[in-house]
């Protein structure tokens, strides 16, 4: 199995500030990466699939990059509505496995 | 629009088995995409647990060994989780998707495994 090893389990931001996530997998995954919000009681929400495309409605403040192994989501001027966990997808292989997630708090 | 809904009983003893059914609504499962499951522990850890495909074939983690079975109604558009043998370390909150890249998901079902 590819483990993700996500970072920070935790964040604590301002508003308006930018804030980075990352996840590193155990082999490269040729950027079939996936980011998902989550906010308590509701679904998973996809936001970026492919690295760093957008899903519809995903506002442009989020973004994604990486390669090989090494990938990060970012959240540029953190709005009040993105306080939430945040999760990594690898889905080039199976099984497919999640990051253990990020939790998102205000300061 | 598309929706998933899951039911199924939110308590389950242990060593018996967790069925659930996922419902479909605003497309048909036997048009295209795999169909999964996903569970959520209380610690937040996130695991896939296995898919049915469009064509019907399926694909189960590993890690659930020979525990897991996913079946479907194409009449109902429904598909199915069975689980069985079940013990406390199965308790997390169910979710069905559909794709592999989980674009759509079901609210999730929180299921307690406890005698």
């Known amino acids: 199995d590819i483990q993700m090893t996500q970072s920070p389990p935790s964040l604590s931001a301002s508003l308006g500030d930018k804030v980075t996530i990352t996840c590193q997998a155990s082999q490269n995954i040729n950027k079939y990466i996936a980011w998902y919000q989550q906010k308590p009681g509701k679904a998973p929400r996809l936001l970026i699939r492919?690295?760093?495309t957008l899903e519809s409605g995903t506002p442009s403040r989020f973004s994604g990059s990486g390669s090989g192994r090494d990938y990060s989501f970012s959240i540029s001027n953190v709005e009040s509505e993105d306080i939430a966990s945040y999760y990594c997808l690898q889905y080039v292989n199976l099984p497919y496995t999640f990051g253990a997630g990020t939790k998102l708090e205000l300061k | 629009e598309i929706q998933l809904q899951e039911s199924g009983p939110g308590l389950v003893k242990p060593s018996q088995s967790l069925s659930l059914t996922c419902s479909v609504t605003g497309y048909t499962i036997t048009s295209g995409y795999d169909w999964s499951w996903i569970r959520k522990f209380p610690g937040n850890k996130m695991e896939w647990m296995g898919y049915?495909?469009?064509?019907?074939?399926?694909n189960y983690n590993p890690s659930l060994k020979s525990r897991i079975s996913i079946t479907r109604d194409t009449s109902k558009n429904q598909f199915f989780l069975q689980l069985n043998s079940v013990t406390t370390e199965d308790t997390a909150t169910y979710y069905c998707?559909?794709?592999?890249?989980?674009?759509?998901w079901g609210q999730g079902v929180m299921v307690t495994v406890s005698s």
């Open positions: 998707a559909r794709s592999r890249l989980f674009d759509y």
């Open positions: 049915i495909s469009y064509s019907g074939s399926t």
């Open positions: 492919y690295t760093s």
